[in-house]
Structure formats: C-alpha cells, structure tokens
C-alpha cells in the first residue's frame, strides 16, 4: 500500500517559475526521500533528508520536512523543460524499505 | 545510468506462462530490493535481500512469485502462470545497507500479459 499522498497530482508551469510539490506520510520515518522517473523508465534519486534535519538542498532542489505534521515539500526553482518527469517521495522506517506515494507529474512548457 | 541493469526491459507474454526477470546491482551493495509499479501509482515493495537472504516479502508477492538471489550477486524474479493483472513495471534496487542511505534503481523491466 501506498505511504501517503502527493499533492498536486499534476502541475504544469512555464520554464523558469518554481514548482513546489507535497508530501504527506502516515507513520514514523527514519528518512524521506525524493526521486523522479521520466516516463517509461527508472526512478533517479534526488534528495535524502533525515527524520533531525528540516531543511536541506542540492542545486536547485530545496527539501523540508515537517515530521510534527508527516509533511515534506519538494521546490525546483528556475524549473527547466528537462524536469519534466513524475516526481515521488519515499518514506524510510525500520523495515529499510521504501514506501512511495503516488506521486506529481509535473509538465514543464519552454 | 545508475548502474543497477535489469534485463529485458520488455517482455510481452500469454496468460498462463512464467516469465523470468533479472537483476545485476551496483557489485558493492549488498541490499537489493524489487518493486511493481503500475500505471499513474508509485512503486509498491514486493520483497528484499540482504546478501542471498530474502528478508522480507510483500503480501503482494503471491505465491506465484518467487525471487532469488543465490550468490549475493544477481537477482531474478520469476511469475509462474502469468495473469493480465501481472503486468506491470517490474523495478530492481540496490543499496549499500546501513540504512538512511540512498537506494539506487535500474530501469525497470516492463511486463504485458495478453
């Protein structure tokens, strides 16, 4: 089963404007992680983020977690027509396998 | 390129037959874990080895499934009598264990049973 939820589910914007995507969770995590899958293929990790950390970054990714509300958001600024993709994140406990939400498709238009 | 290979990374196949998938994980890592994931839906957790032990499997691995990882090296997932509800993508991980530690993906292997 599922996680929890993204949220959007879908979200389209011109090249250059920031894309902000969330995640809500149901259980305690150790980690949470985000990756993307371009259609048809394999899933790319992007960001680890652990249960102590709030806020962390990796080039144009900016990650926060909020465990008090099970939230974490994802932020891609000065988005590009190459982040087109789906967008997951991934929660982590002591089982070390991944539960997925459902994801957000993001549309990047030139 | 992750460095995790799946092969194939297509396969179409009737009702009713097995089918084989295989992995090949980044050679240091000694987690490797397989994931389905259908159309629109995140990856689902089937099962994961630590080394050639299987540590845990999913309620969705029906005992039809059955995934094996002899050597500590690759591994392969086999369907027996294949079901329309099978088809799916089949996706391999592996990561180095200690956990909050990153899991790196292969491609995927795309299954359609017709």
């Known amino acids: 089963s599922q996680q929890g939820e993204e949220d959007p589910q879908a979200l389209s914007i011109q090249e250059g404007e920031n894309a902000t995507m969330n995640c809500s969770y149901k259980t305690s995590i150790n980690n949470l992680q985000w990756y993307r899958q371009n259609s048809g293929r394999g899933l790319v990790h992007l960001i680890l983020?652990?249960?102590?950390?709030r806020e962390k970054h990796s080039g144009r990714l900016r990650v926060t977690l909020d465990t008090s509300k099970k939230s974490s958001s994802l932020l891609i600024t000065a988005s590009r027509a190459a982040d087109t993709a789906s967008y997951f994140c991934?929660?982590?406990?002591?089982?070390?396998?991944?539960?997925f939400g459902t994801g957000t498709r993001l549309q990047v238009f030139p | 390129d992750t460095g995790v290979s799946q092969n194939p990374r297509h396969k179409i196949t009737k009702r009713g037959q097995n089918v084989t998938f295989r992995c090949d994980p980044i050679s240091e890592h000694n987690r490797l874990y397989w994931y389905r994931q259908t159309l629109g839906q995140g990856p689902e957790f089937l099962t994961y080895?630590?080394?050639?032990?299987?540590?845990?499997k999913s309620r969705l691995l029906s005992d039809r499934f059955s995934a094996e990882r002899p050597k500590g090296s690759f591994s392969t997932l086999e369907i027996q009598r294949t079901e329309q509800g099978d088809s799916a993508m089949y996706l391999c991980a592996s990561e180095q264990s200690t956990g909050n530690t990153e899991a790196f993906f292969g491609q995927g292997t795309r299954l359609t049973v017709v």
């Open positions: 991934a929660t982590g406990y002591n089982t070390d396998k991944l539960i």
């Open positions: 080895f630590q080394n050639e032990a299987q540590l845990e």
């Open positions: 983020i652990r249960s102590n950390e």
